[in-house]
Nanobody, 126 residues
């Protein structure tokens, strides 16, 4: 399974960015997918996740309302729409995918995922 994310960049505080992620490879069901972020020297933090069927979502603490995870038109693509960005949101954002046969599972721990993208830098200036 390959995971590719894109869409990071530099944005001013209060602005918005949308990250994209595509998972490709074999699965007997679908891909549960999630977003995490990491600041150098700190642990990887859960941001948002979505099930592979019926789009059940879950968000990290204090992020729902500013961040929205959604499925793209292709079944193996997800987006992370980020708005009202704050300098504290600056991090490398990673997309993760896990092939599952169970359709309504949302995976929120980094250890739940075997497949990761290379990361995309998001920098929010004050």
């Amino acid at each position: 399974v390959d995971v590719d994310e894109s869409g990071g960049g530099l944005v001013q505080a209060g602005g918005s960015l949308r990250l994209s992620c595509t998972a490709s490879g074999r699965t007997l069901g679908g891909f549960a997918m999630g977003w995490f972020r990491q600041v150098s020297g700190k642990e990887r933090e859960f941001v948002a996740a979505i099930s592979w069927r019926d789009d059940i979502t879950y968000y990290g603490d204090s992020l729902e309302g500013r961040f929205t995870i959604s499925r793209g038109s292709a079944w193996n693509m997800v987006y992370l729409q980020m708005s009202s960005l704050e300098p504290e949101d600056t991090a490398v954002y990673y997309c993760a995918a896990q092939p599952l046969t169970t359709p309504h599972v949302v995976l929120t721990r980094s250890s739940d995922y075997d497949h990761w993208g290379q990361g995309t830098q998001v920098t929010v200036s004050s």
